[in-house]
């Protein structure tokens, strides 16, 4: 069951928020990123062709593990470890200040106004996660072992050495990032909680979970299937360009419409499943970490 919440100073709020987000990043990263790194490989090849190219997602699966080893499976899980906290932190937080701001104004239904906070909340997560964004493609686009890649750290200094904060730094994709993370946040949002309105809560605590997670699932299904044209995006823009030295892919739509024109309309779904496997279940972790920590805090602070 809900927990009421009790009134509370907006700073008890977003420290309530911050822990609580911070806590549903973190677990949902650490079960789910495999999938994440299969995800970005699947967006970053370009076919038959492409030296690397896998096959499925079991094929995929095999060539990682026996070329790599089995910590190459957490590439890159550094920089997204670091930046859950704050990430859901502001994710949730602002998720529940333009929800009270647009429901406020009183001249949006309740269904709009979930689905515009939650659009609000991923632009606003998106700027704060894409300098992360592209250290972790980077990390997760090279082949070699594990023990032979660089550090976090010095991946981050060669990019800001290189390339600064610019288009081509830590501030590459951005465009990108906003069209995934917002378009995402607006369905994940919007469905998670009209559809958990509309379906009653139950009084077994069991069946109550299952409940919030089933919806969650759909929740994040529903939200990569619609925004994994930008992810697609975002993994090339950021991930090795075909040619070394030649930048082909620097803007999000022009993107998109070149991954079309070249390689066909289902090439802006590749890394479809494996992002479904994880942001299905992810996002219904997600949630559920995400209240049930707010709702402990709530009781016992």
């Known amino acids: 069951?809900?927990?009421?919440?009790?009134?509370?100073?907006?700073?008890?709020?977003?420290?309530?928020?911050?822990?609580?987000?911070?806590?549903?990043?973190?677990?949902?990263?650490?079960?789910?990123?495999?999938?994440?790194?299969?995800?970005?490989?699947?967006?970053?090849?370009?076919?038959?062709?492409?030296?690397?190219?896998?096959?499925?997602?079991?094929?995929?699966?095999?060539?990682?593990?026996?070329?790599?080893?089995?910590?190459?499976?957490?590439?890159?899980?550094?920089?997204?470890?670091?930046?859950?906290?704050?990430?859901?932190?502001?994710?949730?937080?602002?998720?529940?200040?333009?929800?009270?701001?647009?429901?406020?104004?009183?001249?949006?239904?309740?269904?709009?106004?979930?689905?515009?906070?939650?659009?609000?909340?991923?632009?606003?997560?998106?700027?704060?996660?894409?300098?992360?964004?592209?250290?972790?493609?980077?990390?997760?686009?090279?082949?070699?072992?594990?023990?032979?890649?660089?550090s976090t750290y010095a991946t981050a200094r060669e990019i800001l050495r290189k390339h600064g904060f610019g288009s081509q730094g830590l501030g590459k994709g951005m465009t990108s990032t906003l069209g995934r993370h917002g378009v995402f946040n607006m369905v994940y949002f919007g469905f998670y909680h009209n559809i958990k309105g509309i379906i009653p809560e139950n009084e077994d605590p069991t069946l109550e979970i299952l409940r919030r997670f089933t919806i969650g699932v759909m929740s994040g299904i529903l939200g990569s299937v619609i925004n994994i044209p930008f992810d697609v995006a975002k993994s090339r823009i950021q991930g090795p360009q075909p040619v070394p030295g030649e930048i082909k892919y620097r803007k999000c739509f022009a993107t998109i419409a070149t991954v079309y024109r070249e390689e066909g309309f289902f090439a802006l779904y590749k890394g479809l499943l494996p992002k479904i496997l994880r942001l299905g279940p992810g996002g219904a972790i997600m949630f559920l970490v995400y209240e049930h920590v707010f709702d402990w805090l709530n009781v016992h602070y």
Request: contains cysteine; positive net charge; aromatic residues 12%.
């Open 1 to 150: 069951m809900a927990v009421e919440t009790k009134q509370r100073s907006v700073t008890q709020l977003a420290a309530m928020q911050f822990v609580a987000g911070g806590c549903a990043g973190f677990v949902e990263v650490s079960i789910m990123h495999p999938l994440d790194l299969i995800k970005t490989r699947f967006q970053i090849q370009r076919g038959p062709g492409d030296p690397h190219h896998y096959t499925s997602l079991a094929d995929c699966f095999r060539k990682i593990y026996r070329t790599e080893g089995f910590l190459a499976f957490y590439k890159g899980i550094l920089p997204p470890l670091l930046a859950e906290t704050p990430k859901r932190a502001t994710k949730f937080f602002t998720f529940e200040r333009y929800k009270n701001v647009l429901a406020y104004s009183g001249y949006l239904p309740q269904s709009w106004v979930f689905a515009l906070a939650g659009l609000g909340s991923g632009l606003t997560e998106a700027v704060v996660i894409n300098p992360f964004e592209v250290i972790k493609v980077k990390l997760q686009a090279e082949r070699n072992q594990f023990k032979e890649q660089k």
